[in-house]
C-alpha cells in the first residue's frame, strides 16, 4: 500500500485526470467507519451495487477535506489506497493544491463529529460554512460545478436558503436531503401524479433535528406530487408527550391513518409482538404506554393540504407513510426501507442521484423539497421551544415542480 499523501504535500496539484473521467471533491465533517462520510465517499472509491450490477461511475476522488480527524479518520487509509490527497483547507482541497477551481464536482457531508447544540437543540453542523467557501471558491474562479449536500441544507432555513439562491446566482446544479426518498418502498407504490391529496400520516423514530428531517423529507416526496404541485406551508405545530394522544381524541391527526402507516411496518413493538394486531396497537391505550416522549409535527400547507408526523420511539424501528387520496376507498401506504448496517445499501441509492447529477450537469430532483423540509423543521421547533402553538410561516410560500417520474429505487 501507498504512504497516504499529507498535509505537507497539500501544496502540490493533485494528477491531471484521466480522459473523460470526472473530478470530484469531498468536503466533510468526520470520515470513520459507518459515518456519512464513509457511506457515501466509498461509493465514489470502489462503486455500488445497482440493479444487480456493480456500478463503477466515470468519477475519481481527488481530494478531500476533513475537518475533524481524531482516532478512526479513515481519510488517510482511503488516501494512500486511492490516491489522493487529504487539504488543510476547503479551498485547497476544490483547487487541488493549485490555483483555480480543479474539480468537476463537491461533495459536502456535514454529518456526525463533535459540535455544538443550540437552544432548539440542533447540532450546529456547518454545512452553509462549508458551501460558503464552496460558493466563495466558484466565484472567484469564476467557474462552478455540481454540488451535493448531504441531508439538511443547514439547521437554520435562512441559511438553507441563502444556500439555494447561492446556487441560483451562480446557475449550478445543487442537489440535497436524505436518502428516504430514494430508497425502496414496501409496497413500491407512489401518489398518483396530481392525485388530490386530502390527509397524510407519517410515522418514524428517532432524535429531533435528525430523524425527523428524513421522516419529513420522505413524506414531502410523496406529498409534492398532489394536484397543483408544490405551493408551500402556511403553518405548523409541534407538541409531545401526553398532549399527542389529546390531540389524537380531539381528532387532530387520524387513527385510521395511523392504522395503515403501522400496518407496513415489520418492527413493531409491544402488542403486536404478542399478537400481531397493528390495529388495536393504534386503535387502544397500548401505544401510549410504549411510547418514549412521542412528539407530533402538524403541518398545513398552503393549498389546504394536511399532514402530520408522528414520532414514536418505542413503537416501532422504521419509517411509514398512509395517505387519503380522493376516490381511493383505502388509504395509499408504504414503509421505506432502510436496509441495516454496515452495508446500507439506499445511501448506494442516493449517491446514484448524484452520480447522474454530476455526469448530465442536472439535478434529477429540486433542491426546493430540502429547503422546505428545512424551514419546516426549522419552525416546527421553535414552536415546541417557545410553546408558541401553531405558527404562521410566510417565509415557506415555497413552489416548486416536483419530477413527474418517481424515482425511488425499485426491485
Same mark, same amino acid.
Given at each position: ?6 498535509? +505537507?504535500?497539500?501544496? $502540490? ?20 467507519? /459507518? ?8 461509493? @465514489? ?55 483555480? /477551481? ?38 472567484? +474562479? ?5 454540488? @451535493? ?24 446544479? @445543487? ?150 387520496? $380522493? ?7 408504504? $414503509? ?35 429547503? /422546505? ?21 410566510? $417565509? ?16
Amino acid at each position: 500500500m501507498r504512504n497516504p499523501k499529507t498535509t +505537507d504535500e497539500a501544496a $502540490q496539484p493533485s494528477p491531471s485526470p484521466a480522459p473523460g473521467r470526472k473530478r470530484l471533491a469531498i468536503i466533510t465533517t468526520v470520515w470513520k467507519y /459507518l459515518t456519512h462520510a464513509q457511506h457515501m465517499g466509498d461509493r @465514489f472509491l470502489v462503486g455500488y451495487p445497482l440493479d444487480g450490477a456493480w456500478k463503477r461511475p466515470a468519477i475519481d476522488v481527488v481530494s478531500v477535506y476533513v475537518d475533524q480527524r481524531t482516532a478512526g479518520d479513515l481519510s488517510g487509509e482511503r488516501a494512500a489506497a486511492h490516491g489522493f490527497t487529504v487539504y488543510p483547507k476547503i479551498a485547497q482541497a476544490l483547487r487541488c493544491g493549485g490555483d483555480k /477551481l480543479a474539480v468537476d464536482a463537491v461533495l459536502i457531508i456535514g454529518e456526525h463529529g463533535d459540535y455544538p447544540h443550540n437552544a432548539k437543540g440542533q447540532i450546529l453542523y456547518p454545512r452553509y460554512e462549508f458551501f460558503e467557501v464552496v460558493a466563495s471558491v466558484f466565484e472567484a +474562479d469564476g467557474r462552478s460545478v455540481p454540488v @451535493f449536500n448531504d441531508k439538511h441544507l443547514s439547521y437554520s432555513f435562512t441559511k438553507a436558503k441563502a444556500m439555494v439562491d447561492a446556487s441560483k446566482r451562480l446557475k449550478f446544479p @445543487f442537489l440535497a436531503g436524505s436518502s428516504l426518498p430514494v430508497t425502496w418502498r414496501l409496497p413500491s407504490v407512489d401518489l398518483p401524479f396530481g392525485a388530490v391529496v386530502e390527509d397524510a400520516l407519517m410515522v418514524g423514530v428517532g432524535g429531533s433535528d435528525a430523524m425527523d428531517f428524513h421522516a419529513l423529507e420522505a413524506m414531502q416526496s410523496v406529498l409534492e406530487r398532489r394536484k397543483g404541485g408544490e405551493t408551500g406551508v402556511r403553518r405548523v405545530d409541534m407538541i409531545q408527550g401526553d398532549a399527542v394522544w389529546r390531540a389524537r381524541d380531539a381528532g387532530k391527526w387520524s387513527r385510521e391513518l395511523l392504522g395503515a402507516a403501522l400496518s407496513r411496518s415489520d418492527s413493531l413493538q409491544g402488542l403486536s409482538v404478542q399478537d400481531g394486531r397493528p390495529q388495536a396497537l393504534a386503535e387502544g391505550d397500548e401505544i401510549a404506554r410504549i411510547a418514549e416522549k412521542p412528539a407530533a409535527y402538524f403541518i398545513e400547507y398552503r393549498d389546504g393540504t394536511k399532514a402530520t408526523l408522528l414520532m414514536l420511539n418505542g413503537v416501532l424501528r422504521d419509517y411509514n407513510l398512509a395517505v387519503k387520496v $380522493q376516490g381511493r376507498p383505502e388509504p395509499l401506504s408504504m $414503509q421505506f426501507l432502510l436496509p441495516p448496517d454496515p452495508n446500507v445499501a439506499y445511501s448506494a441509492q442516493l449517491m446514484n442521484h448524484v452520480v447522474t447529477m454530476i455526469e448530465s450537469g442536472r439535478a434529477p430532483y429540486p433542491v426546493e423539497r430540502t429547503l /422546505l423540509v428545512c424551514g419546516v423543521l426549522d419552525a416546527c421547533l421553535d414552536a415546541r421551544m417557545n410553546n408558541l402553538g401553531p405558527i404562521e410561516t410566510p $417565509q415557506l410560500a415555497l413552489r416548486y415542480e416536483p419530477p413527474r417520474e418517481s424515482l425511488f429505487a425499485r426491485t
